[in-house]
């Protein structure tokens, strides 16, 4: 089945990458002899643009930092002020209006080019659905391994394995996402999320049959994805795998993503702000200033990257963790 011709750029851009994922996955399901539903998940992943608020953020930012920049050199130019006449004249108005402009215009680019990025690897489209390009990785790995004769080499297995525990935080992001859009109680929450535990732990018990016989535990995983994919396509969220696919209990390991999504997080902010030091670094703000600013800069922008990318409440379970993890100092005596 051929891709529809969209004629708008980004559309085209989108949904090019799209038949790049799925086609391979129809191939491995065929492969495998098991349904995949094509159509409803096409509709599932059709592009959605971004609005105005992707700008909202960096703008807000800018104007922060741009103010920061006026008010400093205000008070550098102000008699009586930081600078004296040995230490330096302070910066052109003009100067600092380009130097202004400047971080505005690089400010847009980066942007921009996350925007076109995020065209590029199909992920404007409803959070609900992104788990599916996860599903699709999983679902030709299995066929693959489960195809090959003798049964894959021990790398193919790992990674294979690897691609079965990359599937379970798509997926529990995306419940969490649909959950707190709908504005759902407690008690369906709860029901939820213990659906996404068995689905986790069944995902790892198959993983984990790799090391007894990797044909029938490849196909197994093969399985698991269709049908994950299918349900996802239809929505069925509490039903993602049937309950004979599913383990009487979760098993209760922690889950070993919550560290890579943090320091993705973190790597993303220390990024931002190393740029944004070098930025103010070069109109002279003094580093007494600087270091205690950036600290503060990079933990407000790791949350906030955790928030938009796992929403308030996974963002917010996340540095609880954390906290979790910190001694804590004896209570003082009575």
């Keep these: 089945m051929t891709a529809p011709g969209w004629r708008h750029p980004l559309r085209r851009l989108h949904h090019r990458h799209v038949e790049k994922k799925l086609a391979p996955a129809i191939e491995a399901a065929d492969a495998l002899g098991v349904p995949l539903d094509a159509i409803r998940i096409r509709a599932a992943l059709t592009y959605e643009p971004a609005g105005p608020g992707v700008f909202a953020l960096p703008a807000m930012l800018t104007i922060a930092i741009c103010s920061v920049l006026a008010a400093y050199n205000e008070s550098g ?40 990025t995020s065209i590029r690897e199909g ?29 894959g080499r021990y790398s193919e297995t790992v990674a294979l394995s690897r691609k079965a525990v990359e599937l379970r935080q798509p997926l529990r992001v995306a419940i969490n996402h649909t959950t707190a859009t709908f504005g759902t109680g407690k008690e369906l929450k709860a029901t939820t999320n213990r659906h996404i535990e068995r689905v986790e732990a069944a995902l790892g018990l198959a993983a ?27 929505d ?6 049937p309950e004979a696919a599913l383990p009487a209990a979760a098993a209760l390991d922690p889950d070993r993503l919550d560290g890579r999504r943090l320091m993705k997080a973190c790597r993303l902010a220390g990024i931002f702000v190393f740029v944004l030091a070098v930025a103010l670094g070069r109109f002279g703000v003094e580093a007494v200033i600087l270091v205690p600013a950036a600290l503060a800069v990079w933990l407000v922008v790791s949350f906030l990257l955790l928030c938009h ?10 540095i609880r963790s954390i906290r979790s993890l910190l001694p804590v100092s004896p209570a003082p005596p009575v």
């Design 77 to 116: 130019c102000t008699p009586g002020g930081r600078l004296t006449p040995e230490q330096g004249a302070c910066a052109p108005s003009a100067t600092v209006g380009f130097g202004m402009l400047g971080i505005a215009g690089f400010v847009f680019l980066v942007v921009a080019a996350a925007v076109v």
């Design 123 to 151: 992920q404007n489209i409803n959070p609900t659905y992104r788990p599916f390009y996860q599903a699709f990785d999983l679902l030709r790995a299995a066929a693959d391994l489960a195809g090959s004769d003798p049964a």
């Design 208 to 234: 984990d049959d790799l090391l007894v016989d990797r044909r029938a535990a490849a196909r197994k995983l093969g399985v698991l994805a269709a049908s994950i994919s299918n349900n996802l396509a239809h």
């Design 236 to 241: 069925r969220f509490t039903g993602l795998l």
């Design 309 to 318: 990318r796992h929403g308030l409440a996974e963002a917010t379970r996340l």
